[in-house]
């Protein structure tokens, strides 16, 4: 959420920074007339608050009067009931104000983060800039399969039987995809908290309505979220994991010498893709269940845009250490996510596509969580307590680079190599080969 000072002293600023974004600025005019209206009730309401409270300390000069002046009783009298009408205002001043507030919140809560001026103009993704990229698209010498093809080929990836008790846009992984799979997890975790000082937690796979307002699902994208609960209690399947590391510190003032704050965490995420009929609707690139290890940075604002940089190379680190070749983007106004300010994807390349596909995206989202989650920190001891900033990036999407292993490491045969830095997770399971120093996955017996 921005700070309310963009819907009154700074709306010029916002309405030019919501032009760069592509966004609609007609929100502005509502939340502006309310800002206006909000103001001007809160002060008609301290001003009776100051009458009565006037009122109150002359009844008491009066009543302390009364006994020697029979007209100082009357008069108190007279004031008491003017007293209680101004409380009678002020109590429906106020449950109009209150109104007026949730309607301002509301709209607050709906418009998107201001781009940092480092952020390219663009419309979509055709204006996303490129930074760098690392390795060389691998020569196979034979038309590549996708990683469809491979899993059900292999017998370690069966959609059709995942439709059938799930519905589209789900996935089985089986035997070595299944080992494979939770090799990468426990890789991307090993590398994050031994090499990069992140701190593994294991957070709740569903989350309040508070928590989702807190990193920005809510309300703006409540469509694209499942929910469930009992008649009594809402709950909310997370899309990422993003959402409990950065709520850990909700309406917390973290003491001095605490920031920056690292966490990591892997999760299953829930995401019902709403709007994306018809994109990806082949294997695992899109799906409503997915797992990914996320990165969470909670740090002072000084140092967050260098730590995003940091960010988004711990990320690329696991493509590097994978042998993945990988482009990375800086994204442009027009393709960011609601509440960043700066972005970062990360997209691996696809032989079976001819493309690289995003795998992570690393975002600076300054203080826009830290506001709607209350996260603050005191610099130094008795200092004001400040909004820190927070970052999140995919440290990777799981499925994401496991369709990537398949695509980049198989061979005429079907078989699929598997990278050297899984190895030690996977030797002697089954479903896996050693010729030499080589480990191959390999039939799995699963098939059809």
């Known amino acids: 959420m921005l700070d309310s000072r963009f819907f009154s002293e700074a709306v010029g600023e916002l309405e030019s920074a919501l032009r760069r974004r592509n966004a609609d600025p007609g929100l502005l005019g509502q939340i502006s007339e309310l800002s206006r209206e909000r103001k001007s009730m809160i002060h008609q309401v301290d001003q009776l608050k100051a009458r009565r409270n006037a009122a109150s300390q002359a009844i008491a000069q009066l ?5 020697a002046d029979p007209a100082a009783a009357a ?5 008491v009931l003017e007293t ?20 301002f919140s509301d709209l607050g809560l ?4 201001i781009p940092h001026a480092s952020v390219p103009q663009g419309v979509g993704s055709e204006q996303n800039q490129e930074v760098r990229r ?14 469809v093809a491979i899993g059900e080929t292999l017998g370690i990836l069966d959609f059709e039987r995942a439709g059938r008790m799930s519905g589209a846009r ?3 992984y089986l035997g070595s995809g299944a080992a494979l799979e939770r090799a990468l997890i426990q890789f991307m975790l090993d590398l994050h908290t031994r090499e990069h000082g992140y701190r593994e937690v294991i957070p709740p796979f569903m989350v309040n309505r508070a928590a989702m307002t807190g990193t920005g699902q809510l309300p703006k994208f409540e469509e694209d979220l499942f929910k469930t609960g009992t008649a009594e209690r809402e709950l909310f399947l997370i899309p990422t994991s993003e959402v409990p590391l950065t709520n850990i510190f909700r309406e917390e003032i973290l003491e001095p010498g605490r920031l920056p704050l690292y966490l990591t965490a892997y999760s299953p995420c829930f995401r019902s893709e709403a709007g994306s009929y018809g994109k990806d609707t082949r294997g695992l690139i899109r799906q409503h269940q997915f797992q990914k290890v996320e990165l969470v940075k ?3 604002p000084e140092s967050s845009y260098d730590e995003l940089e940091k960010m988004t190379a711990n990320a690329e680190r696991v493509l590097q250490l994978l042998g993945l070749p990988y482009r990375t983007m800086l994204l442009c106004t027009g393709d960011m996510g609601f509440g960043a300010a700066k972005t970062y994807d990360i997209e691996v390349w696809l032989p079976a596509q001819g493309a690289y596909r995003e795998i992570s995206s690393c975002s600076n989202c300054e203080d826009f969580q830290a506001r709607r989650a209350q996260i603050r920190y005191r610099p130094e001891a008795q200092a004001k307590p400040r909004l820190a900033h927070t970052l999140n990036g995919s440290g990777l999407a799981v499925g994401r680079t496991f369709l990537a292993i398949l695509e980049n490491y198989q061979d005429e045969t079907g078989r699929v190599e598997v990278p050297g830095p899984l190895h030690r997770y996977l030797e002697g399971a089954p479903g896996f080969v050693r010729e030499g120093a080589r480990l191959w996955m390999v039939d799995s017996g699963l098939k059809r």
């Not at 008069?75 to 004031?79: Q, R, S």
């Open 63 to 67: 009543k302390a009067k009364a006994k």
């Open 75 to 79: 008069e108190a009298e007279k004031m």
């Open 84 to 103: 209680r009408a101004v409380g009678d205002e002020i109590k429906a001043l106020e449950s109009k104000l209150s109104e007026v507030e949730a309607r």
């Open 110 to 113: 709906r418009i998107p983060n």
């Open 134 to 147: 690392w390795g060389e698209p691998r020569k196979l010498g034979f038309t590549p399969k996708d990683h």
């Open 170 to 172: 789900f996935a089985l």
């Open 298 to 300: 909670i740090c002072e």
